[in-house]
């Protein structure tokens, strides 16, 4: 029998290392290969540098961060007016493969929900489409309201800084999906988990659901396209997180969706 070494244990370690790297190349080469799931063409409003940038940090690498929107009670505005768009319900929940039998008005119900597990879907992401309108449209309401506080800010910030892509669906079928929303440079299909939650607003208790991991949460960005991100890296560093979405300096990025629903960047230019 074979003694055990040192020397085995280093050659098995970087032997699986080597495993690893080359199983991961080949998942990354299969997602890109064919024509993309989806494309979306999105801007410094939707795609943001991390809080600090690369300072103190490896300047080898570069991501942004993907900042998608939920609709429904989580997304209602400082009116109190609660975002009437909302989708994720008992009946979603349901569909979804949740256990929705136990009342939402009781403390046995609460427990009963906080206990249950996340669960694996697919969720969708809606780029510039009917919920980032009827965003507006709520902040245009709370812009009236504001005017007389002499605080006409809201309707500019949702039209011009805020996000445009949202979370409008979940399934368990990414085929289902796609046949609902086929237009592939507006709907981007993506992996994420879900929970199930009680939620009170005006004393009712509902049974509502959230999504609590998402993928496609970054993305990196290949050296070719460094240029067009770093001033607005360094605007970041300089001035922090809210001038990452400013609108100067300012871009455009075709963010391609794959086989295995994973994104990566084709193009970016500076605006």
Known sequence: MMNWTRRHSLIAGVGLILITNVVVLLGVAYNKSGTPESVLKLSQRELQVPYGGREGADNSGMSLRLIARST???????????????????????????????????????????????????????????????????????????????????????????SRLFIVDAGVSREALRAKYPDTTQYSIVRGQVRAMVYTHNNQAMLIGYVNQRGAENINVPFTFRSVFEPMQRTVQENGYSASNSGSPSFEAAIAFGKRLEPWMVAATAK
């Not at 109190?80 to 256990?99: H, M, N, P, R, T």
């Not at 697919?122 to 449209?137: C, D, K, P, S, T």
């Not at 709370?142 to 800010?153: C, D, F, R, S, V």
Request: charged fraction near 25%; avoid cysteine; aromatic fraction near 10%.
């Open 72 to 162: 429904g009670p989580f997304s209602m505005g400082a009116s109190g007016e609660e975002d009437s768009d909302g989708w994720f319900g008992k009946e979603k929940l349901a569909e979804l493969g949740f256990d929705v039998s136990a009342p939402a008005d009781t403390e046995q119900g609460r427990a009963y929900y906080q206990k249950q597990h996340s669960r694996q879907v697919f969720i969708v992401l809606e780029f510039n489409g009917r919920a980032y309108q009827h965003a507006v449209e709520v902040a245009r309401k709370m812009e009236a309201a504001e005017l007389n506080k002499k605080q006409p800010t809201t309707l500019a910030r949702e039209q011009t800084m805020s």
